[in-house]
Every structure is written in C-alpha cells, then in structure tokens.
C-alpha cells in the first residue's frame, strides 16, 4: 500500500515539475494538435495544441516504477500492455504531425500491432505469470474455463477493446485522464484485495503500476484540464487503456471491468450503434459519436460535460468493484 501510494506521489510530482518545460519543447518543435473537420465545430480553436503529452505520463509512469516496484511478473506484464500500446499510439501520432492531418496508423494496421502485442502479453500471462485460461464468472465461485484459444481471443477483445476506447473517450479536454484515473483507484483496490488475501507479493505489486499510472494522469491533468495546454494524443490513450485491460487480465476481472469501465464501453458502444444505425437505416441515433459529441451538439458547456462524465466514471468505477467484491 504504502509503495502504491508512493509511486502515485512520484509519478505526479515529476509530471508537474518537468510538464512546463516538456510543454514548451513540444511547441518549440510544432508538436501541435490537427483537428479532424468534422468534428464539433468549436474544437476548431484547439488546432494547433501540443500533443503527444503521453510521452510526459510515460516517462513519469517509468521512472516511479523503477523506484518502487519489485518488479514481479504480473506488473512487468501489465507495464508491457501499457508500454507496448503506447508505443502504436505514438507512431499513430508521429504521422498525423508528419502529414498535418488527423489521420495517423490506418486501423487495420494498429489492430495488425495491437494483435501482435496481445499475443505476446498473453503468451507470458500463460506461461511465465503463474495464470492459466480461465476467468472469473461475476456473483458466483465458478471460473469459466476458455480455453487456450479463447484466452488469447480475450487478451486482444480487451486489450485492443479498451485502448481504443480510451482513446474515443479522449475527445474532451482531461475527460479520459481523469476517467482513467478513477478506473485505476477501483483495480488498485482489488489488487490490493487479492494480495492481501493470496499473500501474493506480485499481485500487490499491481498496485504499484496502477498507483504509477494512476499518479501521473492526475499530475497530467494540471496541464490537461480545460482550457488544455497539451493533449495526451494517442500515445497516452492507448496506453492507459492497454494499462486498464492488463490489470484486469492478471487479476482475473476481465468481466468486472465491463462495468469498472463502463464509461469507456459506453463511449465505444455510442460509436458502434451510430456506424450499425446509419449503415443500415441511414439515421443517426446521436447528434454525433462518440457519446460526449452527442452532448456538446446539444450546448452542454465542455465543463459540464466533463464533471458529468467523471461522475458517470466513478459510478461505475465502484459498481464494478461491487461486481468484483460479491464474485470474491
């Protein structure tokens, strides 16, 4: 507890103090945000913001887990899920600043990438994490069996499901930092229960890497926050979901999380129906997708938007810690 508390400290001190100069230097290098056009029309204002802020979380995320961790399996596991999205993201984002458009890595490469990195994490989640294919069944004592090639299915669906989610969710300024680190608070709590319970230092030490992320999104929002002097882009989107989906794999809430993050299933679901409604009746059922779009078309105030969001977040942030709490 106390280390978790200790890299989270670190991650946001060192995001504060170094984010003024790191600011200035993705300025200095025309690092800047381009706004796609059909988006909102006042987003327009933000063209030209740094991005690639990720890269400022990262580092933080880093060097407080060297500090802290113990570097045990399941968290080098986890940071690789986090590193290796992150990694996508920015090459996502070095080709929008390269092209100046917003259109970066096409999506049937980043899903190519992202199934790559899956296999891989799922691979030492098998055989080196001490796991094995199953997952546990919400409200019940059963684990549910999947299967060799069901588990690596599962791996991808949720690492490559999350990280993009994340990133849709990443439309509003601090909305998926702040989200994210309140996802992170519920899958510390349960690390922390399953250590506890399993006198398992290496699932406690989950919660260093959530305390690391966690830490370093909330320093990230001094700067994020609205009005934003820097965006996270893709290198940070991709990589707080591929850090939220690896903490639920390697503690077995994979089914949990669908509700600890439901604000991101929801975000991507509001994108899915749209894309299905038009496609086969040619109506829209929002304003605009992803779901936060659908609000500032109906003049809701960016703030407003938001602190609704958070709220909604931390809603299902703790009904799905509830989820985790009966099943346990």
């Known amino acids: 507890m106390l280390r978790a508390m200790g890299a989270s400290v670190t991650a946001m001190v060192l995001v504060l ?30 063209a030209g913001t740094p991005t690639m802020g990720g890269l400022l979380i990262w580092f933080a995320v880093l060097v ?23 990694s ?13 458009r917003s259109l ?27 796991l094995d294919t199953s997952i546990d069944v919400p409200f019940t004592d059963a684990r549910f069996d999947l299967g060799t090639v069901g588990f690596y299915v599962v791996v991808f669906l949720w690492l490559a499901g999350f990280s993009n989610a994340v990133n849709l969710t990443d ?18 709590g349960v690390a922390f229960i399953i250590g506890r319970n399993a006198n398992d230092p290496g699932v406690t030490d989950l919660m260093v890497v959530a305390g690391c992320v966690g830490g370093a999104c909330l320093g990230f929002l001094w700067y994020n926050s609205f009005p934003a002097d820097v965006f996270m882009g893709d ?35 509001s994108v899915a129906l749209q894309v299905a409604s038009y496609k086969t009746t040619r109506r829209r059922i929002f304003l605009m997708a992803p779901l936060h779009h ?30 985790y709490y009966a099943t346990f």
């Open 88 to 100: 996508i993201g920015f090459v996502d984002d070095w080709m929008k600043i390269v092209r100046r």
């Open 17 to 46: 103090v170094i984010g003024p100069a790191f600011i200035r230097w993705l300025r200095g290098n025309e690092f800047g945000q381009n706004i796609r056009e059909e988006g909102p029309e006042r987003h327009q204002s933000k």
């Open 171 to 188: 439309g509003l300024d601090g909305l998926a930092a702040g989200a994210s680190a309140i996802v992170l608070v519920a899958l510390a």
């Open 64 to 86: 407080a887990y060297v500090i802290y961790s113990r570097f045990s399996v399941a968290s080098v596991t986890v940071l690789i899920a986090t590193l290796g999205n992150a």
């Open 235 to 269: 290198t940070g989107a991709l990589g707080l979901g591929g850090a939220i989906a690896g903490m639920a794999i390697l503690t077995r809430t994979e089914l949990a999380l669908l509700v600890m993050g439901g604000l991101f299933v929801v975000e991507a679901a």
């Open 104 to 130: 970066g890595l096409s999506a049937r490469y980043k899903l190519l990438l992202q199934l790559a990195l899956a296999l891989f994490v799922g691979f030492i989640v098998l055989h080196f994490a001490g």
């Open 294 to 323: 659908h609000f500032e078309l109906k003049a809701w105030s960016e703030t407003k938007i938001i602190v609704r969001f958070w709220i909604v977040a931390a809603i299902f942030a703790g009904a799905g810690f509830v989820v």
